[in-house]
């Protein structure tokens, strides 16, 4: 045998060995990830004890140093220059002080106070007090050409309007509505008409848990970003189609200025007072929209109404949680792939406990197993895994996290980002903008679904910017992709359970979310053993990475 055919038997036998090498490295790092591990963690994430995991709450603050000394112990590195694995994001918290908030009724010479969190609920932005006249209008629903409309011939204008919290029989909200503002087109309608104010009857059904001592008007402070960054920003021209001004808000259109009450949900005892009626009617007007019968509107004479609102505004701080797996290349350590998902939940809704398993449970715990396959076995590039806050008020972490990176935004290949990964048909999963930016992260999850036989289907369903939910600008993914830095979200798709009491770790498929925790991970090898940067070769106008984008409108924009 020649010196040639020796020099290609062994340049043959160094590819084969170097793709088994490969091969054997990540199955190496697959056998760490665990669907016994998987249950672990989110059963204890997951639960009810966590009341929510509101953005700020002490129980958020539990959850994070759970993670962040999870992450010390496992051997993973802090990516903050601090050398801490916490990175502080500022928030100014919107407080409703209870024994200052409060609605009043005077008939005749009789006075009756009831207070906030006892007999009623809201959201307020601001103090202040307003005394009106009250109005009931139904259901609240104006629709003339289907022969119904509570609202006929009233005058709402500063009126103080009762409606109930009530459907029309058949109603069927779709997959992925907010239960809490089902009723948010209706109160605007009667709010457009000039009403100062809208209290909504609660439902019989929570009107009876309320009776049986659960504290369904339970209330939990929230913050939310002040700092107004650009990758905020949805609204990038004014109306006369010139720049707009960064943070710049359109004027309004009411002359009015706000009130402290613009809605709240209200009591059986406290309707029955303010409308000079009894329980039992109250009860009789549900029964009866059940049956798809109206119930008639009309003003209240003799009552005067007076709302109180106490609002206190206080800085504070919640963290995203930030790790390292420094990548095995000395030159391609310096790039990295973000992995990350959302550890906050929607708190209190409702008057019942959102546990979050689903959303976002699965990815914090998903995010735990992939850290450890990779310390079993690193890519060339550096990863960043972030447990993102603040997702669910209008995605505070991951905003923050985007405008105070701790590595170069120009150096992050791609985002990959899990947001519910444990329900619904465990063989689909929606790729929410993958082949938006770059066809080569597309492809690159497609290649190891294939080859790794993990078998799921791909739906780009939410990657259609129009869609009418707008649900590729709902998740963590969003503020890299305003940087022009390639992104998908992973996504079971909407349940019924959706930020509701329902969403509990027994609901989990957690073979769908090992299978999903593996696709990330090995995608995540894929990408970060890659020989360049994710191509830019979708978008014309987005070309490079950085903060050049945020002013470009053709894909990042409402």
């Not at 008939?107 to 009250?134: K, M, N």
């Not at 792939?337 to 546990?355: L, T």
Request: charged share 25%; hydrophobic share 40%.
């Amino acid at each position: 045998m020649d010196f040639k055919s020796l020099r290609l038997i062994a340049l043959f036998l160094a590819v084969v060995f170097a793709g088994l090498t490969g091969s054997y490295a990540q199955k190496k790092g697959l056998r760490v990830i665990s669907e016994k591990e998987l249950k672990y963690n989110l059963d204890f994430l997951g639960s009810r004890e966590f009341r929510g995991r509101e953005t700020p709450s002490p129980e958020l603050e539990i959850a994070t140093l759970y993670l962040g000394n999870w992450a010390g112990y496992t051997g993973l590195k802090p990516a903050m220059k601090d050398g801490s694995f916490y990175q502080e994001v500022p928030l100014m918290v919107t407080a409703v002080f209870q024994p200052g908030t409060r609605i009043s009724l005077s008939q005749g010479t009789s006075d009756r106070i009831y207070y906030f969190g006892r007999d009623f609920c809201g959201s307020f932005a601001r103090s202040g007090s307003y005394r009106g006249e009250v109005v009931f209008a139904g259901m609240g629903i104006s629709n003339p050409q289907s022969g119904w409309d509570d609202l006929a011939d009233m005058d709402l204008r500063d009126k103080v309007v009762v409606i109930l919290d009530a459907q029309l029989p058949g109603t069927v909200f779709p997959l992925g509505f907010t239960m809490t503002n089902r009723l948010s087109s209706r109160i605007n309608a009667i709010r457009g008409r000039g009403a100062a104010a809208v209290l909504t009857v609660v439902d019989p059904e929570r009107q009876k848990m309320k009776e049986e001592g659960q504290k369904i008007f339970d209330y939990i402070p929230t913050g939310r970003l002040q700092i107004m960054y650009d990758s905020r920003r949805t609204d990038f021209s004014s109306a006369d189609g010139s720049q707009a001004d960064r943070g710049q808000m359109p004027p309004s259109q009411n002359s009015r200025p706000p009130l402290p009450f613009e809605r709240a949900e209200i009591s059986h005892d406290l309707a029955a007072q303010m409308l000079g009626i009894t329980r039992e009617k109250i009860a009789g007007m549900f029964s009866a929209v059940a049956k798809g019968e109206k119930v008639s509107s009309f003003e209240v004479e003799g009552v005067s109404v007076k709302l109180d609102v106490e609002v206190e505004y206080y800085p504070a701080v919640s963290r995203n949680v930030v790790a390292m797996v420094e990548g095995s290349d000395p030159v391609l350590r310096n790039e990295y792939v973000v992995i990350c998902g959302h550890h906050d939940g929607r708190g209190i809704d409702d008057g019942g406990i959102i546990a979050g398993a689903d959303d976002n449970g699965s990815a914090c715990v998903a995010l735990m197993e992939i850290g450890k396959a990779l310390l079993a076995e690193r890519p060339k590039r550096s990863v960043l895994l972030v447990w993102f806050t603040g997702e669910e008020q209008m995605m505070n972490g991951s905003h923050y996290f985007v405008n105070n990176c701790p590595v170069p935004l120009e150096k992050i290949t791609a985002c990959l980002n899990m947001d519910m990964i444990s329900r619904n048909d465990p063989d689909s999963l929606f790729l929410v903008g993958s082949d938006l930016l770059s066809s080569e992260l597309d492809a690159s999850i497609k290649k190891v679904n294939r080859n790794y036989d993990l078998d799921f289907t791909f739906d780009y369903l939410y990657s259609n910017l129009t869609h009418p939910q707008q649900v590729y600008f709902r998740s963590d993914h969003y503020p890299f992709v305003r940087f022009g830095i390639p992104s998908v979200w992973f996504f079971c798709g909407f349940t019924y359970d959706y930020h509701t009491v329902r969403d509990v770790p027994e609901r989990v498929d957690y073979h769908k979310l090992y299978r999903t925790t593996r696709l990330v991970y090995l995608t995540t090898m894929e990408v970060g053993n890659m020989k360049s940067l994710l191509k830019l070769d979708v978008n014309p106008a987005v070309t490079s990475r950085g903060a050049h984008n945020l002013r470009e409108p053709s894909l990042f924009g409402r």
